[in-house]
């Protein structure tokens, strides 16, 4: 980025990013990240919670998801001594911090929904 004729960067974890942008894109980017986030932002959710919200994720990539939440310090993972062990997903106050990000984005896909498409009731079929 420039600020005064000058070139600046930004340096986090030995990564560099060009931009304020660039940061928060690395950290909520791709298809998934900012929905599982949208998700936990009320409560905590366990792994099936979200996969019934968010059906087209597969596990692999709900998990890869989880895990860099959690090591980008936007998530926890609480494991429960149950049998079956019970593993519930919650926000931290860093993630908590992405709630005016995502409340923001969502208001622009509703706005954008609005005007331009439809909203349909997903009809669930039970396969057997």
Known sequence: MKINDEQYKFII????YHCALDITSAFI???????VL????????RFSELKDVIP???????????????????????????VPPRVEYKL???????????EAMA???????KKDGKMVKVEHVITR
């Open 13 to 16: 974890d030995g990564e560099d």
């Open 29 to 35: 980017g791709g298809k998934w990240k900012a929905v």
């Open 38 to 45: 949208w998700y936990l932002r009320k409560d905590k959710k």
């Open 56 to 82: 087209d994720i597969t596990d692999k990539m709900l998990s890869l998801q989880l895990r860099s939440l959690e090591d980008d310090g936007l998530a926890t993972r609480t494991v429960y001594p149950e």
């Open 92 to 102: 931290t106050k860093e993630g908590k911090s992405l709630l005016p990000v995502l």
């Open 107 to 113: 208001e622009w896909g509703r706005t954008k929904a």
